[in-house]
């Protein structure tokens, strides 16, 4: 069989503290309803349930497997309530330790502690993009959605984004909540209000974008914004398709929390875009684009990212990252994938635990 060699894979927009889900996630007591209540009775238990240990097995978890699966670029947005100030330090170790090339931010919210907790996570932001030396780890700012912060939180970020010269990264009309928030705020939709209140700078990250109509999806990439579609997330979530997406080539794919397994990402976008009478064709654009988005942070260095395997195979034999081989003969070579696994088992036990007690 002949080898082929090519780019390593981006995962543009997801989640590495949601890394232990396929380790048993519980299931809420009660089947939500909508959107909300998924958040509610699901990922924001989850989040809240997070500390320092469990973090830290969830992203090595989650690193190792995008890697054997030939992703070497990772867009996370990260939330921990109960575990704000290092928590990004904690997965940026993770990631330059495992040999992965990572955008990072703390999604700032006020749905647990009011303003306070939004500034808590903004600080851990700033923090981090100050601090942070290590060469395959960039910081940005972010925010959870707009639904879930104030004006003036959103304010605060984007004086953020012009102090520190980072974009954002938030979660944009997801669900048809999010623009309803907006308008009731006086806004005719999320985009408007970040344009507004000065948080879109050139280069942000908006992920999702579902209930954008075409023209808001046109204003935001015209100020130079990047959308994410995670197909796997959203057809899970029931929150619909992103047709207004097709207005502009400044959208990649992201998992939005799924394994990074972006083969996977793009088979459920090619269905979706059938389905929903779409071209499935954009979904390799997609792909593709998020390396583009990536080389924004690590400018033509990503060229030496890449994955090599024999015609058939799955799996890659071989991935490189700026040069360094972090999987050979088809097995990680930055860490032991046995004891990574152990560790995230024993973790998501207690995890587990710890959520269930939570209200």
Sequence with gaps: MTGMTQPGAVNA?????????????????????????????????????????????????????????????????????????????????ACQDMGVRAVLCYGATERNGGREEAKRGLLEGRRFIKANRRPLVKGVIGLHAGFTVSDETIREAGNLCRELDTV????????????????????????????????LPEGSILAHGIHLTPSQVRMAADRGAWFVQNPRSNRGNKVGYPSALNQTDRVALGSDGYPAVMSD?????????????????????????????????????????TVTQERGEPLPRRVTVGGKAVVKDGRLVTADLHAVRNDAQREAVVLWERMRALA
């Design 13 to 93: 927009h997801t989640h590495l503290y949601s890394g232990l889900a396929p380790l048993g996630l519980p299931a809420p007591a009660k089947e939500p309803e909508s959107f909300v209540q998924i958040l509610e009775s699901i990922w924001w238990r989850l989040d809240r349930a997070l500390d320092e240990p469990s973090l830290r097995a969830s992203a090595r978890y989650y690193i190792g497997e995008a890697l054997l699966a030939g992703t070497t670029g990772l867009v996370d947005h990260h939330e921990s309530p109960n575990f704000i100030e290092g928590s990004l330090d904690v997965i940026a170790d």
């Design 168 to 199: 954002l990264h938030v979660h944009v009309a997801e669900d048809a909540s999010d623009v309803a928030d907006a308008r009731d705020r006086g806004y005719t939709d999320p985009v408007d209000r970040l344009v507004k209140l000065g948080a």
């Design 265 to 305: 990402e793009l088979d459920v976008f090619r269905e979706e875009a059938e389905a929903h009478g779409d071209l499935p064709a954009r979904g390799q654009k997609a792909l593709v684009q998020g390396r583009t988005l990536l080389e924004s942070f690590f400018a033509d260095v990503i060229d030496n990212d």
